[in-house]
């Protein structure tokens, strides 16, 4: 705009690289960047002034924080255009320098974001270590020993009725202890979902999942993935990734489907997924009413991770089938991308 609307006949600006060296980060007019532009520059990033002649046509103000500017502003004036050139640049100092400092502080934000990311990554491994080698270890010793009781206990007890009794008890109590592993072992699998798609990208994440499904059911899944899964982000990676594995083992256990498909959409609202099956089906109704089930709490868990997101979740099933489960999220942008500390984007 400066070399379009000024009479000048060419505008750059200067930044200090990585390495603290003078550079040009953008270059509009006449010629390219010159070395006088270049040396006037140093001097204005390094806090200085710059005293030039009346017939001096290059100009130079920093841009931003007083005494450490964030860039240098240099434009050529045309011959008799001095100081009309000067008026330009003054005006649009102030506003380059409020882009400039917006981009230092998402810049710094980004980094903040991604120091978190990786603490995140680190605490989610160990969470995966500590389940698998704790808790769930001792839920596996705790049945032994409900199993070896069971054993004692119809040595000592003679009498039938209160054999059945206590062991109507420790039904109860193996029960109960199956539910416990159970959850452990899916939060464990959560955990586990999450770490792989730290080291993986999210759509060979996904083709593992619906190939481990066809390696315990030979089901082979067909798999749809369409738009740019780049810019799901990673809470909605792990979300759907542990939809879709939940609501494939769902399937193995109860659907005898002979059929299934899985497809992710990506597309200018948002992310789309499907999962459906050509299965016996359910009746949706009366199992939401009994929320004590293990598909009702699985339902009401994908419901609350999606609304979380700011999306919806939604079953739709009858006896006889099919069921499908879909999944809507908002497309997600971050703020800046690839903003370097102390660097601007040409």
Known sequence: MLVAFAPLRSASLWTLDDAEQ????RHVGDGGPSRGAKELAGQLLAG????????????GRPVGRWQQPLAALIGSARPGMRDGCESFLAEAVPLLGAVLERDALLA??????RLLV????????RLGFDLHDGPIQDAAMLAQDLRLLRDQVDVVIGNPRDRGLVGGRLDDLDAQLLALDTELRRISNEVHASSVLLNRP????LRDVTQSFAARTNIEPRLTLDGEMGVISGSQQIALLNIVHEALTNVREHSRATEVEVAVSVNA???EAQIADNGRGFDLEATLIEPRTTDASDWSRWHERVRLLGGQCRIDSRPGGPTVVSVALERW??????????????
């Open 22 to 25: 003078v550079t040009c980060v």
């Open 48 to 59: 200085g002034t710059t005293k030039q002649g009346a017939r001096r046509l290059l100009l």
């Open 108 to 113: 710094g934000n980004t980094e903040s974001e």
């Open 118 to 125: 990786q603490s995140s990554e680190r605490k989610l491994t």
């Open 202 to 205: 999210f759509t060979r994440a």
């Open 269 to 271: 609202e948002g992310v």
């Open 333 to 346: 942008e971050p703020l800046v991308q690839g903003v370097q500390q102390g660097r601007v984007s040409a």
